[in-house]
């Protein structure tokens, strides 16, 4: 089974507009980690946004946040007033177990492509 | 100032000729890992070395190996590159206590 499911493998917006990009997961651990990864087509995997399992609210970081839906293990990625350069490929990971193993799995990842 | 360098940044091989990746980082970061990535698809994690202790993923071919001399220094061998090894080479650091990986801007190897 897929731990990591990002249903999306192309989105589009409009400049200036919002999107999300889904992200569901599964898995059995409590303490776990998502991540939001971009990566532009240089190919640099460039961090973006963290959410741990116990944490109460939401994650954000400037156009980024997270929606975090524990119960329906959903962790969708909102970006705000899209710019061109948003355009990228999108990934989400996760982490289970403690923080020390470290080992992320990621998902399949959306094409986000925003439109002048 | 580059935190996570991978050299080179594009290599060629023949098919079955041995060739290294190599990674280095400024940032004394504990772990490094290094993902494989093929066209359009999701990075998959190789092995990771957590300070000097390597930990090799089950499904990680034993064509690849992967050296660790020391903190700033991580190399990926492929023995024996087949052409389905043609891929972009990602690797990552993180401090011990942090989540948040850092990426190098990858190595694309193509396999002729």
């Known amino acids: 089974a897929q731990k990591i499911t990002q249903t999306q493998p192309g989105m589009f917006v409009q400049e200036k507009e919002a999107v999300t990009l889904d992200c569901t997961y599964d898995?059995?651990?409590?303490?776990?980690?998502l991540f939001w990864y971009k990566q532009p087509s240089s190919g640099e995997m460039i961090f973006l946004i963290y959410?741990?399992?116990?944490?109460?609210q939401n994650a954000t970081e400037g156009r980024y946040s997270l929606n975090f839906q524990k119960a329906r293990k959903s962790a969708n990625l909102v970006i705000s007033a899209s710019q061109l350069g948003d355009s990228a490929m999108y990934f989400c990971?996760?982490?289970?177990?403690?923080?020390?193993?470290?080992?992320?799995?990621f998902g399949d990842g959306t094409t986000l492509t925003v439109k002048p | 100032d580059a935190m996570v360098i991978q050299n080179p940044r594009y290599q060629v091989t023949q098919f079955g000729k041995p060739v290294t990746l190599s990674c280095s980082q400024t940032?004394?970061?504990?772990?490094m890992y290094w993902y494989q990535q093929k066209s359009s698809q999701a990075p998959k994690l190789l092995f990771h070395?957590?300070?000097?202790?390597?930990?090799n993923e089950a499904d990680t071919p034993d064509n690849f190996q992967s050296r660790r001399p020391n903190t700033s220094f991580c190399f990926l061998d492929i023995r024996s590159p087949g052409l389905g090894d043609a891929a972009m080479y990602l690797c990552?650091?993180?401090?011990?206590?942090?989540?948040?990986?850092?990426f190098g801007p990858g190595t694309r190897l193509l396999v002729l």
């Open positions: 990552a650091t993180r401090p011990r206590n942090q989540e948040t990986q850092y």
């Open positions: 898995t059995s651990d409590q303490s776990y980690g």
């Open positions: 959410q741990g399992s116990y944490d109460e």
């Open positions: 990971a996760m982490r289970e177990g403690p923080t020390n193993a470290g080992k992320s799995t």
């Open positions: 940032l004394n970061h504990n772990v």
């Open positions: 070395y957590y300070d000097k202790d390597f930990n």
